[in-house]
């Protein structure tokens, strides 16, 4: 695994250095694939910056349930998709091959901010390695039966007898959504919160009611003589 990450952080590495320096668009027919529940999926190789083996992450409360924690990426927190999880398949069970991808999402805030974007990591269960894909190789996402959501998807490729499913960056890890979901997990932490709350209560009340009830004695009538 070590030698492998190596050498397609090599690749990656080359291709940035090479889209420096020649024509918009360079690199952009390779793509870097990896394995996930058994399936093949492929990124562009210039959304991705880094490759790195599994390794602990950090809880934060209150994320959607795919995000499965945070690393600390040289001094910068970095959240890390579960993308068996994102794609509502369970959680990825963690194994030799188990992997992270270091993913740059562009920023989705407005469409005119200068800011640059930010990183996401992909939890894997195995990176592949990288491929070269033309526009005809890629076909149309179909319109169901692909497994994941289709606008997760931005294209179908074969590639040496294979099918490939080529993601869409800014969907599948739409910050903009993740916020949302984040909101709403913690609205429901919330809610469900309070509602315990206000069960225990309710349920002291009645035990009390229900306490005070027994303590008041039998009726007259019913009494011994």
């Not at 291709?15 to 996930?36: C, I, K």
């Not at 990176?127 to 319109?143: F, G």
């Amino acid at each position: 695994m070590t030698e492998m990450a190596t050498a397609l952080r090599s690749e990656i590495k080359a291709d940035e250095n090479h889209s420096d320096t020649t024509v918009v668009g360079a690199g952009t027919d390779r793509y870097l694939t990896f394995v996930l529940g058994g399936e093949i999926y492929a990124l562009p190789i210039l959304d991705i910056t880094e490759i790195m083996e599994f390794r602990s992450l950090t809880v934060v409360p209150m994320m959607p349930s795919f995000i499965r924690r945070v690393i600390n990426l040289r001094g910068r927190v970095v959240p890390v998709v579960d993308m068996a999880a994102r794609f509502g398949r369970g959680m990825t069970q963690v194994a030799r091959r188990t992997s992270i991808i270091i993913v740059e999402t562009s920023n989705q805030v407005s469409e005119d901010s200068d800011e640059p974007g930010s990183d996401m990591g992909i939890m894997v269960d195995a990176v592949n390695k990288v491929v070269h894909l033309s526009v005809d190789d890629i076909e149309p996402p179909p319109a169901f039966g692909a497994g994941i959501r289709s606008d997760f998807i931005s294209g179908m490729a074969k590639y040496d007898g294979q099918f490939i499913i080529v993601l869409d960056v800014t969907h599948v890890l739409s910050v903009d959504e993740m916020v949302m979901l984040g909101q709403a997990a913690s609205a429901a932490a919330q809610s469900a919160a309070q509602s315990a709350a206000h069960g225990g209560a309710q349920s002291a009340a009645q035990s009390a009611a229900h306490g005070g009830a027994t303590e008041e004695g039998l009726p007259l009538e019913d009494v011994p003589a």
